[in-house]
């Protein structure tokens, strides 16, 4: 059974960095593609960012060069580090495993991902 569990959202002004984690079971990352997505209100889940088994990314333009995918094989654990935030940011983050093996601009769907977490609220005031 996978389990993914999302932490470290919260409330922040803009121009300030949070740094949220994935703790996996059930997948070893590193053999997965990792990827994270959000839903403000009212709108549709949209990608965020992924990070292949070998190790490449891919951002949305929209968080290029302020947000950095990353992951911690010994601990199974994924990474957004986020830094830049804007009111805009704001959103349900959610992270997402998948098993399937796809073009690289497939991982821009939600549907290439299998399994996902709970989400966490991040919240960035102007």
């Known amino acids: 059974q996978v389990k993914l569990i999302e932490s470290g959202g919260g409330l922040v002004q803009a121009g300030d960095s949070l740094r949220l984690s994935c703790a996996a079971s059930g997948r070893t990352i590193s053999s997965v593609v990792m990827g994270w997505f959000r839903q403000a209100p009212g709108k549709e889940r949209e990608f965020v960012a992924a990070?292949?088994?070998?190790?490449?990314?891919d951002y949305a333009d929209s968080v290029k060069g302020r947000f950095t995918i990353s992951r911690d094989n010994a601990k199974n654990t994924a990474y957004l580090q986020m830094n830049s935030l804007t009111p805009e940011d704001t959103a349900v983050y959610y992270c997402a495993v998948a098993d399937g093996y796809y073009v690289r601009t497939y991982y821009r769907s939600a549907a290439a991902f299998d399994y996902w977490g709970q989400g966490t609220q991040v919240t960035v005031s102007s």
């Open positions: 990070m292949r088994s070998g190790g490449s990314t």
